[in-house]
């Protein structure tokens, strides 16, 4: 696999202009940073990093220390894998077995929680609750879709442009055509999934809990959180990495 450890020693450089998906590519270590700041490196990656920090709720100098520090800690961990550096079809097959396994384990496991929690606070919490579940099943429906759409169609058709271009496969014929409309289609379905999240963090009260929660109430939340901070990096190395790699590479493939 063409993979290759984060460089390390090299200073941040980091500025307000620079877009969030080229911080996040440049140094993906920072990754666990921006989730916990709240600053959207997936779906929102293309926006200025000074505009998304603002979005956050945070002072620029803030963020720019907390980022800073999270470098530096990062050059004595050990070294992550530079996901940019692999080739498309280690990047697809990461992809799939990490994050893909994940979401359809998580949303299984999520909905029988969500079930139990319903029938035990369904008194006191109904109405918080139903608006959940709808919430929840909307997401669940949607990705599930999303997820074999990328299994069966887009990510074959990425890998076979990926043994082309390598010379270890014969010239794909893409059903779907140009890749980027798929892709395009993808990326809406992405925004859609990541702004569900945001509303069900809004519906939670930024997933406080109740005084009365059980237990089972608390697994949920945990639950619905790990989700989102998956989802957020499966959505980030699709959008910012996968993704416009692939576009180049078909680009590369044509000409
Ligand atoms: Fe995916
Ligand atoms: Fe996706």
């Not at 990926?162 to 798929?182: K, L, M, Q, W, Y």
Request: glycine share 6%.
């Amino acid at each position: 696999m063409n993979e290759s450890p984060i460089e390390k020693n090299r200073p941040l450089e980091i500025s307000p202009e620079q877009t969030v998906r080229e911080l996040v590519v440049n140094y993906p270590v920072l990754r666990p940073q921006l989730e916990k700041l709240g600053i959207d490196y997936c779906c929102g990656g293309l926006r200025p990093l000074s505009e998304a920090v603002q979005s956050a709720g945070l002072e620029w100098s803030a963020a720019e220390q907390a980022l800073e520090q999270a470098w530096s800690s990062a050059q004595s961990e050990v070294p992550s894998v530079d996901w940019n550096a692999a080739s498309l079809t280690a990047l697809a097959d990461h992809i799939l077995e990490k994050h893909h396994t994940f979401t359809k384990e998580q949303l299984l496991r999520l909905d029988e929680l969500l079930r139990k929690v319903q029938r035990a606070h369904g008194e006191k919490h109904g109405e918080m609750l139903s608006q959940l579940r709808q919430l929840f099943d909307g997401l669940d429906d949607e990705l599930s879709e999303h997820l074999l759409k990328e299994e069966r169609i887009l990510f074959p058709a990425i890998k076979d442009i990926d043994a082309f271009v390598s010379g270890t496969g014969a010239r794909p014929v893409v059903h779907c055509g140009i890749i980027e409309n798929p892709i395009r289609q993808m990326m809406l379905e992405h925004d859609h999934a990541g702004n569900v999240l945001v509303d069900i963090r809004r519906l939670t009260g930024n997933y406080g809990l109740p005084d009365d929660a059980c237990q089972t109430f608390a697994a949920l939340y945990d639950g619905l959180q790990a989700l989102e901070a998956d989802l957020h990096e499966h959505i980030h190395l699709e959008n910012n990495i996968l993704f416009p790699k692939s576009m180049v590479q078909e680009a590369t493939m044509n000409s």
